[in-house]
């Protein structure tokens, strides 16, 4: 527990799974800040994970190779800071992809794309969640945050995949919440449109657009979602279990 001269998340260790993608790189910066040491996890550009790490506030951080799509990496990643760091107290699945396909368009969605959604969004943040349990749990205050999508609940979204892998991230989470209390909590943040490169194709237009059809008048950026982060990790105590979502009530108007 931090004391008042201590920053809220002083002493504990951030794992950013995805940690150089948009969403990534703003909640390691915001937890950093809030003083907790941050592993980023990459897959392809090692050189911008040391940059992102060298950059964080304060100090102790650094950068674990891992693949979302093969486990074996995640357990190595998850050996390799036990030995260099000795904890972990809180997980960040941040890592994803999607490719926009119209939803009536029923043979655009072929197999090796369904599977690689599912492979991609949704089996590895759990083959994550598994890895990192031993630490999380022996934190004896452990948190896992999974960025889902209102997808997920409007059915609305890049595919019809996409919308399915972010429902079953959401019951993960309701599961998870289960299975892993009281030692470790578990909860996701669901997102609407944010202003990231996330989705190939959308432009400024499309984001103005999707702007005047949202409640609040706006897109999310990345440091909404990264605030959302880390209220999960700094207030929201005495939540598990569930999905916090982040988008504006974009879902009001769409839904």
């Not at 036990?82 to 997980?91: F, K, N, Q, T, Y």
């Not at 194709?201 to 950026?221: F, Y």
Request: glycine share 12%; proline share 5%; aromatic share 4%.
């Amino acid at each position: 527990m931090s004391s008042p001269t201590q920053p809220p998340l002083g002493g504990q260790l951030a794992v950013i799974v995805g940690g150089t993608g948009g969403i990534g790189r703003v909640t390691a910066r915001r937890l950093a800040a809030a003083g907790a040491q941050i592993v980023v996890l990459y897959r392809s550009d090692k050189g911008a994970a040391d940059k992102l790490a060298a950059a964080l506030p304060g100090e102790g951080h650094g950068a674990v190779y891992a693949s979302i799509e093969d486990s074996s990496t995640l357990a190595q990643a998850a050996a390799e800071i036990e030995a260099r760091w000795g904890r972990a107290d809180i997980l960040v699945n941040t890592a994803g992809f999607t490719k926009p396909i119209p939803h009536r368009d029923l043979d655009a969605l072929d197999d090796a794309l369904i599977d690689r959604m599912f492979a991609v969004n949704w089996r590895g943040q759990f083959a994550a969640i598994r890895a990192f349990t031993p630490l999380l749990r022996a934190s004896g205050n452990g948190l896992v945050v999974n960025i889902s999508s209102i997808a997920g609940a409007t059915g609305i979204g890049s595919n019809v995949a996409y919308c399915a892998v972010k429902a079953g991230l959401d019951i993960m989470a309701v599961s998870l919440g289960r299975a892993l209390a009281p030692e470790v909590r578990v909860l996701n943040v669901a997102p609407g449109v944010v202003d990231t490169a996330f989705v190939p194709g959308r432009d400024q237009a499309w984001n103005d657009k999707q702007a005047a059809t949202t409640p609040l008048k706006r897109i999310g950026t990345p440091e909404d979602i990264a605030a959302a982060v880390e209220a999960c990790a700094t207030t929201l105590k005495f939540a598990t279990g569930t999905t916090i979502q982040v988008d504006g009530g974009r879902r009001l108007g769409i839904a």
